[in-house]
């Protein structure tokens, strides 16, 4: 007697399961059938067209910049800072005197060895007059000589010294900031100032070794810098390396520009775009509309068909295709394509095969060849 309850609600509770079952089922049921008749939903996508053009035959490299001539400027003697004659980031000539050591001592010892050299001399010149008439010895005109010469390179060897004392610019260039100050003792081989020749300027950048049949000197560059946004410098390749790289298979290469206002500096970083030849023809789509996958790059073009109801419909069929090299925003495609058709710029990943589609170009993005993005 005690189950009965139990029993009574159980069965109440099936009832009331299986009635929300049927329920459910009949809705799915109704759903089903209504996908059916009216198909997959339509997704709204952006598309554009692909479009025939040329394309510059170029190639991209990061390079950096380094002086014509460029040198840290050093003493070869030690000593103590006597005089400075110059500024941070002067431009100096070749020749300027630009800075100079204590010497004193050598001043005071090359002249005692010019007034020795002077009665070297005097004593040279009378033995040899008297040697014509053999009043002396020839030993005696050989030791004179002697003494003459020793004299001579002495005074040359303490005004050697003395030179060393001053450095001097030894080419035409902009000065850095010194590294020394007045009155400073200084070693032999201790940096004094930087000097760099800044017009012209070379570009080192590397290529991968695939490139060599594409380069000669004198071809074409562009340099672009982030220190400029938007200006372009233009130079041409002066030098290609003589061996590649084992390691990398890179070659590398030296490109020349005009550098009059000195905007270029040594070791900065700068984009190298340099020029292989004449223009290519492309079919080229926004970068976008490209699906890759690991089984191939593909597409979705746009086209028009009959639906069951008998009005015309727009579908995203998906092709295959095989692209070529990138430039901007844009990628070039070499099979699977043909110039006018519409493809799917943005909101493929969300189709499959023959999805109906709509489109909405209001907010699509502008793809661009040569993007200049602003500074973040």
Known sequence: MKLKPFLFAAGVLLVVVGAIAGSKALQIKSLLSAAEKNGPPVETVSTTEVVAAKWDRSVESVGSLRAVQGADLSNESSGVIMKILFENGQEVKKGQLLLELDSDTEQANLRSAEAEADLARTIYDRTKRLRINSTVPQSELDSAESQLRKMTALVEQLRSTISKKQISAPFDGRLGIRNVNLGQFVDNGDKIVSLQALDPIFVDFLLPQQLISGLAVGQDFKLITDVYPGKEFSGRLTAINSEIDPITRNIRLQGTLANPAGELRPGMFARVILALGSAEDVLQIPSTALITAPYGDSVFVLEEEIGQDGNKKTVARQHF????????????????????????????????????????????????????????
């Open 321 to 376: 295709v095989r692209t070529g090299r990138a430039r901007g925003d844009f990628v070039s495609i070499t099979k699977g394509l043909k110039p006018g058709d519409k493809v799917v710029s943005a909101g493929g990943f969300k189709l499959r095969n023959g999805a109906p589609v709509s489109v909405n170009n209001e907010m699509a993005p502008k793809p661009e060849l040569d993007p200049a993005p602003p500074d973040s």
